[in-house]
């Protein structure tokens, strides 16, 4: 989500000029997580199940790493927000809104598991104490317990996909002495991501380095295809969504006829599905996230995908048809 919020909220939060742009592209959102996805896995031992979505052959399990109060108050970290789309996202996701106008948020991860049982990981999370988000995130998530609730052993994960290199999402891709928790995956992130980072950035030395030293960091440009059954519209596709970041990226999942795109920080808010041009105060480049994020959202609703997100408060958001009645 973001380096250092604190230290970046000390900064003043420049008033970008926002255009309002509806949501009228998008539409409603329509079902609920509860109805439309399917808990086939045991109980963790929280409780809870982790939540899936079937593509066709692909299954797209959501994975939960943590939950918490983000350092910065809500109102802050959306500084342009309309009092329309406050009023929208608070219908989309009534638990991001804690007391005193905090923003709660989970850190949530996915698993993409192919026929076979090979595994895409997308993301990994806010890590263990000792990690680089350890500063601000609630240390420690508990990734390692999901995946083993939904029978996933590191050795089954063929490819981890890092949307991007903030802390809260690539926490367990190393241990803190810098050993690949998932030994046989190559690690994909963009080579914009990398190149962007600034020199002494932690993304480098807890997780760049380490992946590099052990051969397993591999670096794409732009779009391209990961390994998996594919077939006349199946597949997994990644491609550049820059802004937040500058080689930030998201994953399309394709089958069965339906689309299910995971999105990593596109959005990381409801007020930003409720009115996409909403400014998140910590991107990188907020002109270009704000043309990348209404470009990708408008797409979605043209094309019924469902979107994965993860600081939501629900793992999936079906989104209408293009002919689906309105309301
Ligand atoms: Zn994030």
């Known amino acids: 989500m973001t380096r250092d919020p604190g230290t970046t909220a000390r900064r003043t939060l420049l008033r970008g000029a926002v255009a309002t742009v509806g949501a009228a592209a998008l539409g409603p959102l329509t079902g609920t997580s509860a109805r439309a996805d399917t808990p086939a896995e045991p109980p963790t031992a929280q409780g809870s199940r982790a939540a899936v ?26 500084p342009d927000a309309t ?35 090979r595994i895409t990981l997308v993301d990994t999370g806010i890590g263990p104490v000792g990690s680089p988000a350890s500063k601000w995130a609630p240390v420690p998530g508990r990734l390692p317990q999901s995946l083993t609730a939904a029978g996933i052993r590191p050795q089954d994960v063929d490819t981890v996909v890092l949307s991007h290199l903030h802390e809260d999402h690539y926490g367990w891709s ?14 994909v ?108 959202l408008a797409e979605a609703g043209r094309t019924g995908t469902v979107l994965a997100t993860p600081h939501l408060n629900r793992p999936f958001l079906p989104l209408p048809a293009p002919d689906a009645p309105r309301h």
């Open 83 to 117: 009092p329309e789309a406050w009023e929208r996202a608070r219908e989309l996701d009534p638990p991001a809104f804690g007391p005193h106008g905090t923003w709660e948020l989970d850190f949530r991860c996915y698993a993409v598991r192919a026929p076979g049982g």
């Open 189 to 296: 992130v963009q080579q914009a991501e990398v190149a962007g980072l600034a020199a002494g950035d932690s993304a480098l030395r807890y997780v760049v380095d380490p992946l590099r030293r052990a051969g397993l960091l591999r670096q794409v440009d732009g779009r391209c295809r990961l390994p998996g059954p594919r077939g006349a519209g199946a597949g997994l596709t990644l491609f550049g969504t820059p802004g937040h970041t500058p080689g930030h990226q998201s994953l399309l999942v394709e089958g069965g006829g339906q689309r299910l795109l995971i999105t990593g920080d596109v959005l990381v808010h409801a007020v930003q599905l409720a009115d996409p041009a909403t400014r998140y105060a910590f991107e990188a480049d907020p002109a270009l996230a704000r043309r990348t994020r209404e470009a990708l």
């Open 53 to 78: 979505r079937r593509l066709g052959r692909y299954r797209v399990l959501a994975l939960l790493d943590a939950h918490g109060t983000f350092p910065v108050a809500a109102a802050a970290a959306f």
């Open 174 to 187: 190393v241990t803190p002495d810098g050993v690949p928790v998932f030994p046989d995956a190559q690690y």
